[in-house]
């Protein structure tokens, strides 16, 4: 999908039925509707642009998540959408072979960039942003919990969530969370 207001709270039973036909007992809650839709498709919702995200980006991402993808541009709107096809069937190994692909296509450098600027936080997602993971400790440190007979970390930090909605990805069941901020940015990485 692509727009910029906000998403309802619940689906209307009448237009539901006006429009496909399907009798319901009462109106759906929203979040009802994307659970199940979550089980058969990969939406997304794409912004048209920076302006009008600050309408609705926080809305779409409670549902969401990192399925919200803020374009720059709308004229980047087809590249975009071809770009999550791409990464999500596994064409492109990554943000780097996704650009080489456009580059050939004599899409501008602006726009290039534009496009990949905006599907960085979910290429991050699947480990496709061409950020290699952080390293834990060092030769010392794991030196010292061999020492004690400790287990090694399983701090994996190439998962993280950045609340200015540029990049947003979740951290697994099992990983630690650390938070720190980046004075004066107003992001916050957890």
């Known amino acids: 999908m692509t727009g910029d207001g906000r998403p309802y709270g619940f689906v209307s039973r009448k237009q539901v039925n006006q429009r496909i036909g399907d009798t319901l007992e009462q109106d759906l809650p929203v979040t009802q509707v994307v659970d199940e839709l979550q089980l058969t498709y990969e939406p997304f919702v794409l912004i048209p642009d920076l ?53 050939k296509q004599d899409l501008s450098r602006q726009r290039l960039g534009a496009v990949i600027r905006a599907l960085t936080p979910f290429a991050a ?51 630690p969370v650390f938070t720190w901020a980046q004075p004066d940015s107003g992001a916050c990485f957890e």
Do not use: M
């Open 51 to 103: 302006a009008r995200r600050r309408n609705c980006e926080r809305d779409w991402r409670e549902l969401l998540g990192d399925r919200v993808i803020c374009l720059e541009d709308p004229t980047d709107t087809v590249e975009v959408a071809a770009g999550l096809v791409g990464l999500c069937e596994g064409a492109f190994s990554d943000l780097a072979a996704l650009a080489r692909h456009l580059k």
């Open 125 to 175: 997602t699947l480990g496709w942003d061409g950020i290699p993971p952080a390293r834990v400790g060092g030769r010392a440190a794991a030196h010292e919990r061999r020492q004690l007979g400790a287990p090694a970390p399983a701090l994996i930090l190439s998962r993280f969530r950045v609340a200015s909605g540029r990049t947003s990805r979740s951290l697994a069941p099992h990983e």
